[in-house]
């Protein structure tokens, strides 16, 4: 099997991914193509299609109420998926208790977390923020965060780059490739931070080609993980533009699998990929 890890994939359950998809798609005034489901099994199906062997998958907590749900879907889903899924926790800043909801996240095997101050509402650099990643710290949980907005002003690069600096134990994973639609001040700003990672979700399409490129190796082929945003964008499509940017095999075999797999211990060693290999 083919090791590629998509690092950026959005699964709700099979009764409110539909409802959960179109929000989403509201939400940024309308995606360019139309999405996906938003189901594990259509990410399954599609991801594998285009090669992928590994998913890590996650949702956001929108409310502090939905924090626990979402973290026992997460890690319920990744334990019937033989070794397919890698699941991140959600948490909320504005719940009654946030060190305790991220030990529950890794006492409940994810390997990280995920959110979007933007959809969450809140100030990444703000103090409730703070206790949130310092929680994750404590923990050794990696924070996969929704960088960059022009609309807002909740997670662009000036307010990531006080959170990296404050917080050097902290492994920070910014997506879209540091900030959406604010990729300039992105490059500018953080770049240089050797506790951040970016991945390339929901970029590539704005970006084109060279600039692409250029971002990849303004962080450097160390710092970066292919990411697709599923159920956004064709994976196909994500993989092949990736492969067009002319980088060399050993900076693509860091962001399609070897970063991601550091990051949240991935391991190709399981069940599934055994009986792959056997023919099964």
């Known amino acids: 099997m083919t090791r ?7 699964i709700y359950p099979d009764r409110i991914a539909q409802r959960a998809v179109e929000a989403v798609d509201r939400f940024y005034g309308g995606l360019p193509a139309r ?7 259509t990410l399954l199906s599609s991801g594998r299609r285009a090669g992928i ?8 907590a929108t409310a502090p109420s939905q924090v626990e749900n979402i973290n026992h879907f997460i890690a319920e889903t990744m334990e019937r998926s033989r070794g397919a899924f890698i699941g991140l926790g959600a948490l909320h800043p504005d719940a009654e208790d946030v060190r305790r909801d991220a030990a529950q996240i890794a006492a409940l095997g ?33 924070v996969l965060v929704h960088t960059g907005d022009f609309r807002y002003d909740y997670s662009n690069p000036e307010r990531t780059a006080r959170v ?54 303004a962080f450097g082929a160390d710092r970066v993980m292919f990411g697709t945003d599923y159920p956004m964008w ?34 190709f060693d399981s069940e599934e ?8």
């Open 4 to 10: 590629i890890i998509d690092s950026h994939c959005h």
């Open 35 to 41: 999405p996906m489901d938003g189901t594990a099994g």
């Open 53 to 60: 062997s590994r998913f890590v998958v996650h949702s956001v």
């Open 110 to 142: 994810l390997r990280g977390v995920k959110i979007h101050p933007d959809f969450q509402r809140f100030e990444m650099d703000s103090p409730k923020a703070f206790r949130l990643f310092e929680a994750c710290a404590e923990f050794g949980l990696p």
């Open 164 to 217: 990296l600096k404050a917080l050097p134990e902290l492994r920070m994973i910014g997506a879209h490739l540091g900030g959406w639609s604010v990729w300039d001040r992105a490059e500018k700003l953080l770049a240089g931070f050797e506790n951040l990672t970016v991945d390339t979700s929901s970029s590539f399409r704005w970006l084109g080609r060279d600039r692409s490129a250029e971002m990849i190796r």
């Open 234 to 267: 064709s994976q196909t499509w994500e993989l092949d533009f990736l492969r067009s940017l002319g980088l060399d095999g050993e900076e693509e075999e860091k962001i399609l699998w070897k970063n991601c797999a550091g990051m949240y211990r991935i391991s």
């Open 273 to 280: 990929e055994k009986a792959d290999a056997r023919g099964q």
